[in-house]
């Protein structure tokens, strides 16, 4: 079994930073990804940031420049910092990691989700 556990998060006004972290537990033979997508209330989920074992991180054109993303030194976990918020940043930030499980091979696996919210 795997688990993907979130945090972080809080509400701040415009300008504002806040830092999300994620963990993912368990069973774990190789993250091959980590990142995080968000879901505004009554929209769709989102895609935000992700960073893989090599390469670049990638990010939504939304929060290019505003956020970064990295792998913890325990490669089991990352972090999403968030500056220069703008209220329309406001929703629930979900933690992904896309994880070969050692019996059950590669899944994505998502946290419970974080409240971010922007607004002053």
């Known amino acids: 079994q795997v688990q993907v556990v979130d945090s972080g998060g809080g509400s701040v006004p415009p300008g504002g930073s806040l830092t999300l972290s994620c963990a993912a537990y368990g069973s774990i033979f190789s993250i091959n990804a980590m990142g995080w997508y968000r879901q505004a209330p009554g929209k769709p989920r989102e895609f935000v940031a992700r960073i893989g074992r090599g390469g670049p991180p990638t990010y939504a054109t939304s929060v290019k420049g505003r956020f970064t993303i990295s792998r913890g030194n325990a490669k089991n976990t990352a972090t999403l910092q968030l500056d220069s918020l703008k209220p329309e940043d406001t929703g629930v930030y979900y933690c992904?990691?896309?994880?070969?499980?050692?019996?059950?091979?590669?899944?994505?696996?998502w946290g419970q989700g974080t409240q971010v919210n922007v607004s002053s």
């Open positions: 992904f990691g896309s994880i070969d499980e050692v019996t059950e091979g590669p899944a994505d696996y």
